[in-house]
């Protein structure tokens, strides 16, 4: 019985050395026959992963042909800028479409929303049957805090619940944010904005 409580132990350490952001240590109390009452294990637990950006947003220097209040985004790059005017724009890290699922073209945002329910367009659940035909908005929801809609196209610039994807080329072709950047964007764009998607 000393064996297997001891190889469980083993499991429960070896089970949490998967990589994460941030470790910290707890101890866990667990029966032991051998000794007729319970001990202490001490294991790595994983601290939830952070919901900002690792993409830090910055103040950069703009000196482009786009008027204040234009969002530009560049796929290759995964940034998003907005134009402030007065030779500055803000510039944002973003996650985009996966190979197969690039864009680009020029639009206007035709709609703006405060967490965002969710209905995954036809093909998408074509592609993902198991995927649920609405998802009301909160904070698990796949388009985050904030979404712009793009023009009549299916895409949005929106938030996610995985910030962790931003830098990455992992969507069906919209544009995601981390949280607190795209609660910041959404505050700057109005409705009509000019939208410039390059690839």
């Not at 072709?173 to 910041?184: Q, S, T």
């Amino acid at each position: 019985m000393r064996k297997i409580l001891t190889l469980a132990a083993g499991l429960l350490l070896a089970g949490s050395f998967a990589p994460a952001a941030h470790a910290a240590t707890e101890k866990v109390r667990v029966y032991d026959p051998a000794q007729g009452g319970f001990v202490y294990i001490t294991r790595t637990v994983r601290e939830s992963r952070s919901m900002e950006s690792p993409i830090k947003k910055e103040l950069i220097a703009y000196n482009g042909p786009y008027r204040e209040g234009t969002i530009i985004v560049n796929t290759a790059e995964r940034r998003l800028y907005f134009v402030i005017g007065d030779g500055k724009a803000m510039k944002y890290g973003i996650g985009v479409g996966r190979p197969g699922f690039t864009w680009s073209g020029t639009h206007h945002v035709t709609r703006k929303a405060e967490w965002p329910g969710w209905t995954p367009p036809p093909r998408m659940r074509q592609r993902q049957p198991d995927l649920p035909h609405h998802m009301p908005g909160g904070p698990d929801n796949p388009l985050g805090a904030r979404a712009m809609y793009i023009g009549s196209t299916i895409y949005r610039i929106h938030g996610t619940a995985e910030p962790w994807t931003i830098g990455q080329a992992v969507s069906s072709g919209c544009i995601r944010m981390a949280n607190n950047d795209v609660v910041d964007l959404y505050e700057r764009v109005t409705v009509g904005a000019r939208v410039v998607v390059q690839h």
